[in-house]
């Protein structure tokens, strides 16, 4: 979807709109606000690497210092921006059917003192590598999606060490928490702010977490949860690998449907639902056993499910097809606002960096929505037409995002 230059320039006003009105009360200097604003259109620039160096040249000074200050210096509440964007989001484009996503992504890095950082499996690279991990929660209201919390994992070896502890400067409150913990954290904080959702999926990392389940059934959510194939579950009298429980059922149950479109098209897969014989603690629901199968190499991926009596298959099936949207959100925020281009080591200075790319991102969002609707913001008193010529003239060029579109190369 490509946008013209002007209609850029209205929405990027309102941008500036919602900062000023929204994020910069977080801020406990305006120097500092405007500071903020400034590194998020940078961010939202076509600079290809956003560290420092780069923000500061795109914003027209002549040394990253202050770009540093936003991270490392300037008093502002990083946690409130959050919430601001949250609350964003939720008028922008929440539904009562929305869907959280859980996942994580990893920030490969060198060295050994950036907090968090040691060898760990990173999803992103695939294998084990000296690398970051962060915690995202995205939502999604079917076309609409992004991400809007984050938590970074700090592993047992940093949450005991002391030394390390101090040189990036970690707070003594900070203990060590399990990937399902600080998913829990986040989808805690979503309940309370009473951003409007139905559903939650997730890999089997916080799947197999049974708390997370619980506490998804005592606040009637359902879910769709994928869990590890020796997950095992109760059937009847005795407990079962979910693996186990498959092997019995007729050729006739399955079913071949698609969970959704992809880069090549539908993605087909052949499903199978096992209900389990268990009580739910809501009436009217039911727990299931959600299989995937591969067309064609019969891999199968498991997934524990909590629904509404009468949810068709098709509905689960669309669930669990739902979390390519957050690695469609780590991929775009990594190429175009810069989600992995931080170059700091201290906890705090990772929140900030990663907040503002959030925010970032889900700037990008609501523009798609709004125009996905032919909407366009309202007329509001601003720059004389002089200005606004100068302001076309200087960005004729610019190359926008792959969710707003791109316009063609000069």
Not at 55 to 60: N, R
Not at 179 to 187: I, R, S, T, Y
Request: net charge positive; proline share 4%; hydrophobic share 35%.
């Amino acid at each position: 979807m490509v946008v013209d230059q002007e209609t850029l320039e209205t929405w990027t006003d309102e941008l500036a709109l919602f900062y000023n009105s929204q994020v910069g009360p977080f801020f406990k200097r305006s120097e500092a606000q405007e500071r903020g604003l400034a590194y998020v259109k940078g961010l939202l620039s076509e600079t290809k690497r956003k560290n420092g160096w780069q923000l500061a040249e795109t914003s027209g000074d002549q040394t990253p210092d202050g770009m540093q200050r936003v991270l490392t210096g300037s008093q502002w509440d990083v946690d409130g921006v959050r919430d601001a964007i949250r609350t964003w989001v939720k008028d922008s484009y929440g539904h009562r059917d929305g869907v959280l996503i859980i996942d994580e992504t990893g920030f490969i890095k060198k060295g050994n003192q950036s907090a968090g950082v040691q060898r760990q499996y990173s999803g992103t690279a695939g294998r084990i590598e000296n690398s970051q991990v962060g915690v995202f929660l995205a939502y999604s209201n079917g076309a609409d999606y992004t991400l809007i919390d984050r938590e970074l994992y700090l592993p047992k070896d940093w949450a005991g060490d002391q030394a390390r502890r101090k040189a990036a400067y970690i707070p003594e409150t900070v203990s060590f928490s399990t990937k399902g913990e600080l998913a829990m954290q986040m989808v805690k904080r979503t309940l309370a702010a009473k951003m409007p959702f139905q559903w939650v999926t997730a890999d089997s990392i916080y799947g197999d977490d049974g708390k997370i389940r619980q506490l998804l059934e005592n606040e009637q959510r359902f879910y769709v949860l994928a869990v590890a194939r020796t997950h095992k579950t109760w059937y009847g009298i005795e407990q079962q690998t979910v693996e186990a429980l498959t092997t019995t059922a007729p050729a006739t149950d399955w079913q071949r449907l698609s969970c959704g479109t992809g880069a090549k098209g539908e993605r087909i897969y052949d499903w199978l639902l096992l209900p389990l014989p268990r009580e739910t603690p809501v009436e009217n629901t039911f727990a299931a056993l959600l299989v995937r199968r591969n067309c064609v190499d019969a891999e199968q991926t498991y997934y524990l499910t909590f629904a509404p009596i009468g949810t068709p298959l098709q509905i689960l099936v669309q669930i669990a097809g739902s979390r390519w949207k957050i690695e469609e959100c780590f991929e775009l925020a990594k190429q175009e606002v810069g989600l992995a281009d931080y170059e700091v080591r201290r906890y705090e200075a990772w929140y900030r960096h990663i907040t503002l790319a959030l925010l970032a991102l889900a700037f990008l969002s609501i523009v798609r929505h709004h125009l996905a609707l032919e909407e366009r913001p309202k007329k509001r008193p601003g720059r004389p037409a002089h200005v606004r010529t100068a302001y076309r003239a200087r960005t004729k060029a610019a190359h926008r995002s792959p969710l707003l579109g791109r316009s063609p190369t000069p």
